[in-house]
T-cell receptor, first 113, second 111 residues
Framework: EAGVAQSPRYKIIEKRQSVAFWCNPI?????LYWYQQILGQGPKLLIQ????????DSQLPKDRFSAERLKGVDSTLKIQPAKLEDSAVYLC???????????FGPGTRLTVL | GESVGLHLPTLSVQEGDNSIINCAYS??????FIWYKQESGKGPQFIID?????DKRQGQRVTVLLNKTVKHLSLQIAATQPGDSAVYFC??????????FGAGTRLTVKP
């Protein structure tokens, strides 16, 4: 079974630039999550989708972060404009449904200079 | 909400010894807990979970113990191997199905 796919794996940008990350969940998984993991910390949930609807985006900095899952499968996370403190690994995870075991992708390491 | 933390940021063990990684939680309404293993450059990998109505659960070389009285859980790894070197996270899931991760413990296995 294919796992969660993410791209790119690494991205370096300058502050105030824009960046987008892509996630393809495990086939059949209705729930998709985006996490931010700052170096030395545990992952922090940014947003959770159930199919193409947002379940929880309370921790998403909406002035600069946005995410979508238009067809209920792939998802993109965008940061515009980026700040230095956005440097982190952005993890995508998926699960069969809400409350089920989450499976993580390899993450995208973002460096903002 | 859930607040999850770990007792030690690092743990070093000799190959072949048993490892014990501890975790404390604050929300007594948490429904279940999960241990994840994260190797360098990879996403967290599910190891084992335990429901709040259980005290112990065993997997292959791993055991999770849950003590609800003191709000503490631990991950025991038997016969630790070099491939077990990683950061281990505990995560708590509350009754809203929100999962919160602790900061992690880095396990180093010495040959």
């Amino acid at each position: 079974e294919a796992g969660v796919a993410q791209s790119p794996r690494y991205k370096i940008i300058e502050k105030r630039q824009s960046v987008a990350f892509w996630c393809n969940p495990i086939s059949g998984h209705a729930t998709l999550y985006w996490y931010q993991q700052i170096l030395g910390q545990g992952p922090k949930l940014l947003i959770q989708f159930q199919n193409n609807g947002v379940v929880d985006d309370s921790q998403l900095p909406k002035d600069r972060f946005s995410a979508e899952r238009l067809k209920g499968v792939d998802s993109t996370l965008k940061i515009q404009p980026a700040k230095l403190e956005d440097s982190a690994v952005y993890l995508c995870a998926s699960s069969l449904g809400t409350g089920d075991t989450q499976y993580f992708g390899p993450g995208t390491r973002l460096t903002v200079l | 909400g859930e607040s999850v933390g770990l007792h030690l940021p690092t743990l070093s063990v000799q190959e072949g010894d048993n490892s014990i990684i501890n975790c404390a939680y604050s929300n007594s309404a948490s429904d279940y807990f999960i241990w994840y293993k994260q190797e360098s450059g990879k996403g967290p990998q599910f190891i084992i979970d335990i429901r709040s109505n259980m005290d112990k659960r065993q997997g292959q070389r791993v055991t999770v113990l849950l003590n609800k009285t003191v709000k503490h859980l631990s991950l025991q790894i038997a016969a630790t191997q070099p491939g077990d070197s990683a950061v281990y996270f505990c995560a708590g899931v509350d009754n809203n199905n929100d999962m919160r991760f602790g900061a992690g413990t880095r396990l180093t296995v010495k040959p």
